[in-house]
């Protein structure tokens, strides 16, 4: 089994790791850009899979609605933030602009979330981020969220209770359930996985509270306005709002920040391990870099030494000035080099296109009474 890299270890060089899941092929084949005999075979396939997991979904979400599988409140209000569809749709800076917001207005809130890819660490690349945006926010890990909120509350006196990653979870009860629609692909191609990138059928919308469509600056007015009025067909009742994930500053591993004029018009290598890989594209595209090459890892990659070394060969043969990738796979690196190239996580944050103003007011109908 490869070793993962920590920073400041001098760990053998391992072969890298390899993984069935190349998140752009699968999304290229289920989005039907893949072409050819192979391509529309495989997709027939994928929908004959689709079917059983449809129908599982559907019959969970029936006992949930109907009151057949019990359900558990906490003793404080609870906001979920997920999605309706697999990863990659710019949910961590979502989390952390509503963290921010709460404790700006001195409620102790504490994040909970299932911890997926931690492995044998104490905490993912997700709440490693969250923990260096958020260093006055508690972050608890546990497949058991319940138990987690619970915990939160009696350990950190918490009023709060942050669920990250929450929609389909729904044996804690919520009080504001808030849904991310990715403007690159928000009905995850309308299939649901594996043929698709849905986790359950759209019409789960309906449970939302709150819709934001992110990434909405990637598309225009008359696009925007198409998924705003089929989601509120979906979703009658609730919220929608616009955001805009925008690129802030660059960030090293050892905290410092530089404007995003560091880059432009330089020659990079970027990379990425995360569940939507063109989001990271389009991202780049607004910095007015060079992008030399681009190279993707499976979402919540664990990098081990031997991809270090592949990574800072790669950059070296692109001649790039400078390697850029995301927070959360900066976190996971540790390093402020590749080979005295310097190694940048482009940091985002959201500003609201529309719908502030009545996010707001439901936030703040939750907020603690004096």
């Known amino acids: 089994m490869p070793v993962p890299f920590k920073p400041g270890e001098l760990a053998p060089v391992t ?180 043929r698709g990138a849905l986790r359950e059928p759209a019409a789960g919308l309906k449970r939302a509270d709150a819709v934001l469509l992110s990434r909405a600056d990637a598309i225009d007015a008359t696009a925007r306005a198409a998924l705003r009025d089929r989601a509120r067909r979906l979703a009658p009742d609730a919220v929608w709002a616009e955001v805009a994930h925008a690129p802030q500053a660059l960030f090293s591993s050892s905290g410092i920040e530089r404007p995003l004029g560091e880059v432009e018009g330089k020659r990079v290598a970027a990379f990425c391990g995360i569940g939507n890989p063109a989001g990271f594209r389009h991202t780049l595209a607004g910095l007015g870099c060079q992008v030399a090459a681009f190279r993707e890892f499976p979402d919540h990659h664990a990098y081990t030494r031997a991809d270090v070394e592949s990574l800072s060969r790669w950059a070296d043969e692109t001649n790039a000035e400078a390697v850029l990738t995301t927070h959360k796979d900066l976190v996971k690196i540790g390093l402020d080099d590749f080979r005295r190239r310097p190694l940048w996580a482009v940091s985002i944050g959201i500003s609201f296109l529309s719908g502030l103003s009545e996010l707001e007011e439901e936030l703040t109908a939750l907020l603690p009474r004096e």
Not at 51 to 68: E, F, K, L, Q, T
Not at 133 to 145: F, S, T
Request: glycine letters at 6%.
């Open 15 to 194: 072969a890298r790791r390899t993984s069935w899941y190349d998140p752009a092929a699968f999304h290229d084949l289920i989005s039907g850009r893949r072409r050819g005999p192979t391509a529309m075979l495989t997709r027939a396939a994928l929908r004959a899979a689709e079917v059983p997991y449809s129908i599982a979904m559907r019959w969970r979400n029936r006992r949930y609605d109907r009151g057949r599988t019990k359900t558990y409140s906490v003793d404080v209000p609870v906001i979920s933030v997920g999605n309706l569809t697999l990863g990659g749709t710019g949910k961590t800076p979502v989390v952390a602009w509503l963290a921010r917001w709460l404790r700006d207005r001195d409620v102790r809130v504490t994040i909970v979330s299932r911890g997926y890819g931690a492995g044998d660490a104490s905490r993912n690349d997700e709440a490693l981020e969250l923990e260096q945006r958020l260093p006055d926010v508690p972050h608890m890990q546990n497949p058991d969220r319940v138990e987690a909120a619970r915990v939160a509350i009696e350990e950190f006196d918490c009023q709060m209770i942050l669920l990250d990653d929450g929609f389909q979870h729904r044996r804690l009860e919520r009080d504001l359930d808030i849904v991310l629609l990715d403007a690159l692909a928000p009905f995850g191609y309308e299939h649901i996985f594996p």
